[in-house]
């Protein structure tokens, strides 16, 4: 049975496609076909970058319309992006191009654009696309100034969804920042998900998995 997770951030630029190629590299170390699929990708086009690691890290080839059924070139927010092409966002496509991997993948990692609310038309928003998949969240949460407050609000909005949370990864984004494990450990506290693993800074290749239920359920290989 194909299985997908919806990896989603709390603002543009936390490592949302870093997480979702570690993913993919650890199903496909584990002899499974594993998938990224990024169905809203705005700038660069079908040559947007994330496309292109997320292909990398995966070992399943599928068609670009299936991966990403929607990229556009404006490298602004999505639905900005779609207005000016002249397109309207359309969740059943999304559910028809993830359909398609899922007939060729075991696993197939959604990485969402921006963050968990970036509005995709004038009633949609990346959630939707979660809930339209009925797969879990995974929310990967840049460690810098205002984390708390962002972490918090981006939990309570997937839960109020009627999503599953499956759990969060903590991303040291900011070198700099002064009380980083403090932090991690308020948001530990509070976050109604386990720490699924954290990244350190400068090393996006190699983030240091948590040891709970959690983390094993989510990296189970059948």
Excluded at 3 to 10: A, D
């Amino acid at each position: 049975m194909t299985r997908g997770v919806f990896v989603t951030g709390t603002d543009t630029g936390v490592g949302k496609t870093t997480v979702a190629c570690a993913l993919l590299r650890r199903y496909a170390a584990a002899d499974l076909r594993a998938v990224g699929m990024k169905p809203v990708a705005a700038g660069g086009g079908e040559e947007n970058g994330d496309l292109a690691a997320l292909a990398a890290a995966g070992n399943v080839d599928a068609p670009m319309s299936a991966r990403c059924p929607y990229a556009f070139e404006d490298a602004i927010a999505p639905h900005l992006a779609a207005s000016a092409a002249g397109v309207t966002i359309d969740i059943h496509r999304i559910q028809k191009s993830y359909e398609e991997l899922s007939s060729r993948a075991d696993r197939i990692v959604v990485e969402g654009a921006g963050g968990a609310l970036a509005p995709l038309g004038e009633e949609t928003d990346m959630l939707d696309i979660a809930r339209a998949l009925a797969v879990p969240v995974l929310m990967v949460v840049g460690i810098r100034l205002g984390c708390l407050n962002h972490a918090l609000l981006t939990s309570l909005a997937i839960r109020a969804r009627g999503l599953e949370l499956v759990g969060w990864i903590a991303n040291r984004i900011d070198p700099a920042m002064p009380c980083q494990d403090e932090n991690v450990a308020a948001l530990e506290h509070r976050l109604a998900a386990p720490r699924i693993a954290s990244v350190a800074w400068g090393r996006a290749d190699a983030p240091e998995w948590s040891a709970n239920g959690a983390a094993s359920q989510l990296f189970e290989c059948r």
